[in-house]
């Protein structure tokens, strides 16, 4: 993996972690103010400074398994990463495939997420 492609893989594991999902101020990190998701339910999510995506440690908690991860670059600054996720629950044998879609651009410096998409899938191969 290039510089740039690690850099932002790291990222986007970060945003799966359940301790940053928690915290507003690590969201607020890695999320750019405008931030919007098309969410895998088919709900619009649109960023509030302070947001957290999970308020309680969730005791099934799955494990993220990424897969073929890749960057593109969109512009100076700018680049959208695809990548698949495979969610694993540690309390049952249920297993999620998503596809999953992200735009992310530097600002003052540092790399912040503006866009992202998560589509439910079949089985990934």
Not at 44 to 54: E, P, Q
Not at 58 to 81: P, Q, Y
Request: a negative charge.
């Amino acid at each position: 993996m290039k510089l740039l492609e690690r850099h932002i893989f790291e990222l986007e594991k970060e945003l799966l972690k359940p301790e940053t999902r928690q915290s507003a101020e690590k969201i607020s990190e890695l999320l750019s103010d405008d931030f919007m998701e098309f969410r895998s339910s088919g709900s619009i999510y649109h960023y509030s400074m302070g947001d957290v995506f999970s308020k309680e440690i969730d005791i099934s908690v799955e494990n993220c398994e990424v897969r073929d991860f890749t960057i593109k670059e969109l512009s100076n600054g700018c680049v959208l990463a695809t990548y698949k996720v495979i969610k694993h629950s540690e309390l049952s044998q249920d297993v999620k495939y998503s596809l999953r879609s992200s735009i992310w651009k530097v600002f003052n410096g540092s790399w912040k997420i503006v866009f992202h998409q998560g589509t439910l899938t079949s089985k990934i191969q």
